[in-house]
């Protein structure tokens, strides 16, 4: 999506100095109310600096002396032309980086002394043309702090603007969108950014509709959909419901009109304007649990591969499909359904065949993600039909993947398919014994660990390190060996402080639950039953953690239970 911020670098900040000072190039003023520096029929009237500044030649070296000379409060008008005049001087001809910067410092000295009661126009040129320098020198160079503050000059604007002014009002609201969405892609971006992003994209829409200024409108739905795409991204799980239903809001009812006049919106813009309301809905649902969510974002995808379909985009379809299968098998997983988890991986199946038959590159990033889906979908799946035939089949298909990638080398992905090709084994073990699947699947966390230590990712890798552990506890049991039980509890110990109880609470009870559980084996292994109430001590934490954050706890209320009446027993 082109912004107007990025497509404009220099060319705001030279609208702002033609606005307003007509006298220094006559025929090139900017219309007042249009920050886009479009020429009217006739410049505004008398120059803006009552004399000559000085005689002869003009540099920025000659009226930065003459700043010095030239007191803010007592000659504002002056003090803001000399700074005008330097910043033209500095975009004159083939700007640097460091020159717009320049340029756009003198832009806001020159804004701080021009009153928005008195001359609202110029005010709102010098502060746009400020951030417009600043937000393209901020994005070329990944400067968090120029991206900041030209943030500021556009909130300078708006808190002086109302939406009376509707072109001005969605400008300077979009313009700010999009700074604070580039801001919060950088590694040092603080909190919240991407959030204030779309609040800004979504107040642009209050001034225009699509009745009122429909191109602006237009253009104001897409900057909210793309950002509350990447909103969601930051925040997959914890996105603020009210934000997602404000901008939910404004999708829907372009939706709506489109229904109604066909066509208002171009076929690739209808196709992002539903998949970001699909990608919202899967967020409220992951913040509230409401499964009606779900079922809209399924309707509404339905909805949009047929009607894309009937305009033969078979490509933009197949990206609707992908979008939901993910919502089918959220679907599924919420409602226990097995007929949507198995729909869901027939169409990435599907979407995987067509692919390979197009020549779509194996390497492709859709193509590994369409991948990763299809295999977390799977294990739902086999989880749900919870038969050997199903488990069987599911990962016949995942070891296809897994083949697919790795001659794809497509390192990033394998490790994650890796651990969830394992996980579906040692599923498939619990249901009927098969120690053969359980060194596969130790094999393939070993693999998974070596790839994301030597990557450096700590998370995935500590992942790794516990499923590994629970896979040898099952071998353990298996072969009722007692040394392989020591060692895997000795393992799973190590990991006690791995996980953080507040930010990684499925992984921190998980260790908990583990830990139990071959506590429990070693005590039965060993002759231990004091292992027992180490073993109790460590599920109750488990049990407690999972209750707090709302998580399927029947697992381990049945080994809990377990491990009483065990420990009831040995006492006997």
Not at 365 to 381: E, M, N, P, Q, R
């Amino acid at each position: 999506m082109p912004s107007p911020v990025w497509s404009r670098p220099v060319a705001a900040v030279l609208a702002a100095l033609l606005a307003i000072l007509p006298a220094t190039l006559p025929g090139r003023a900017a219309e007042p109310s249009s920050l886009g520096g479009v020429a009217p029929a006739t410049p505004p009237a008398g120059p803006r600096v009552s004399a000559p500044l000085v005689p002869g030649a003009v540099t920025v070296e000659s009226l930065e002396r003459q700043l010095l000379i030239v007191s803010p409060h007592a000659e504002p008008e002056r003090w803001a032309d000399l700074h005008i005049r330097i910043a033209q001087l500095l975009l004159a001809i083939q700007p640097s980086l460091d020159d717009q910067r320049e340029a756009s410092r003198h832009l806001i000295a020159a804004r701080s002394v021009v009153s928005p009661t008195a001359d609202l126009d110029r005010f709102l040129a010098l502060a746009n043309g400020a951030a417009g320098g600043l937000a393209f020198v901020g994005r070329i160079t990944s400067n968090s702090g120029l991206l900041a503050e030209a943030a500021d000059e556009y909130r300078a604007a708006i808190a002086v603007l109302t939406p009376q002014r509707p072109k001005d009002w969605v400008r300077l609201h979009v313009d700010l969108a999009l700074t604070e969405a580039e801001r919060s892609e950088l590694p040092d971006a603080p909190e919240g950014r991407s959030a204030a992003a779309l609040t800004a994209a979504v107040a642009s829409t209050q001034a225009v509709g699509p009745d009122f200024l429909p191109e602006l409108w237009k253009e104001a739905v897409r900057v909210v959909g793309g950002i509350a795409s990447q909103w969601v991204r930051k925040h997959p799980s914890g996105a603020d419901p009210k934000l997602a239903d404000e901008s939910l809001a404004i999708l829907r009812r372009a939706l709506a009109v489109e229904a109604e006049r066909p066509d208002t919106f171009d076929v690739a813009t209808r196709t992002s304007i539903a998949l970001d309301a699909a990608d919202l809905l899967n967020a409220r649902f992951d913040a509230t649990q409401d499964v009606g969510s779900l079922a809209e974002a399924r309707d509404l995808l339905l909805a949009s591969i047929a009607d894309l379909r009937r305009k033969q985009q078979d490509d933009l379809a197949e990206m609707h499909t992908a979008a939901l299968a993910s919502v089918l098998g959220k679907l599924g997983g919420a409602h226990r359904s097995a007929a949507d988890l198995e729909a869901s991986v027939r169409l990435l199946q599907d979407l995987l065949a067509k692919a390979d038959q197009s020549g779509v590159p194996k390497t492709g990033s859709w193509t590994g993600s369409v991948i990763v889906l299809l295999a977390d979908t799977s294990l739902k799946a086999a989880a749900q039909f919870n038969d050997v035939n199903h488990y069987d089949r599911y990962a016949g298909t995942i070891r296809m993947a897994l083949t697919r990638l790795t001659a794809a080398n497509q390192r990033d992905v394998i490790p994650d398919l890796q651990a969830r090709l394992a996980s579906l084994l040692v599923a498939r073990h619990e249901i009927e014994a098969a120690p053969a699947l359980l060194q596969e699947a130790v094999g393939l966390l070993q693999d998974a660990l070596r790839a994301n230590q030597a990557a450096g990712l700590g998370a995935p890798a500590r992942q790794n390190r516990l499923d590994l552990t629970i896979t040898r506890h099952w071998l353990a049991r298996h072969r009722a060996d007692r040394r392989l039980a020591r060692a895997v509890l000795a393992d799973q110990r190590a990991l006690a402080t791995a996980f953080s109880r507040a930010t990684e609470t499925s992984d921190w009870a998980l260790q908990r639950h583990a830990v139990a559980m071959t506590l429990k084996l070693v005590a039965e292994l060993d002759g231990r039953p004091r292992l027992l109430d180490e073993a109790i001590k460590r599920i109750e934490e488990a049990r407690a953690a999972m209750e707090k954050a709302g998580m399927d706890m029947a697992q381990v209320e049945a080994d809990r239970l377990d491990l009483y009446r065990l420990r009831a027993a040995a006492k006997r």
